[in-house]
Nanobody, 127 residues
Framework: QLQLVESGGDLVQPGGSLRLSCAVS????????MGWFRQVPGKGPEAVTC????????VYANSVKGRFTISRDNAKNTVYLQMNSLKREDTARYYC????????????????????WGQGTQVTVSS
C-alpha cells in the first residue's frame, strides 16, 4: 500500500526558510514522479514543483522559481522541498504526491495526474 507522509510545516516569518520532507513507503521512488502541491481554503490544489525520474528533471511554478528547490533521495525513499525567502502568499497546506511513470518517463506537473497523496503539512508565513 502506497503511503506518503509529509512533515516540516511550521509558522515562519517572511523571509524565512523551511524544509519539508515526504517519506514514502510501499513503493520505490525509482518508478515515480513526485510533486509538491499546495492548497488554501476555497481553492483547488496548485502545483508548486515536480521532479521526474532523472536528476535535473524538475518543474517549478513561476511563483516559486529561484526560492524553492525540490530534491529526492531514492535510497531513503524521501522527497524534500527546500523553501527559502518565504512570502505571506506561500501560506498553504502543502501536499506530496506520486505519479507512476511509464517507460518514457514523461509527466505533467498537474494535480489531476497524480494518484497518491499524503495528508499534507501546514505552512504559515506571518510576522
Amino acid at each position: 500500500q502506497l503511503q506518503l507522509v509529509e512533515s516540516g510545516g511550521d509558522l515562519v516569518q517572511p523571509g524565512g526558510s523551511l524544509r519539508l520532507s515526504c517519506a514514502v513507503s510501499g513503493f520505490s521512488l525509482d518508478y515515480y514522479a513526485m510533486g509538491w502541491f499546495r492548497q488554501v481554503p476555497g481553492k483547488g490544489p496548485e502545483a508548486v514543483t515536480c521532479i521526474g525520474r532523472n536528476y535535473g528533471d524538475t518543474v517549478y511554478a513561476n511563483s516559486v522559481k529561484g526560492r524553492f528547490t525540490i530534491s529526492r533521495d531514492n535510497a531513503k525513499n524521501t522527497v524534500y522541498l527546500q523553501m527559502n525567502s518565504l512570502k505571506r502568499e506561500d501560506t498553504a497546506r502543502y501536499y506530496c504526491a506520486a505519479l507512476f511513470l511509464d517507460d518514457s518517463g514523461n509527466y505533467q506537473c498537474d494535480s489531476i495526474y497524480f494518484t497518491s497523496w499524503g495528508q499534507g503539512t501546514q505552512v504559515t508565513v506571518s510576522s
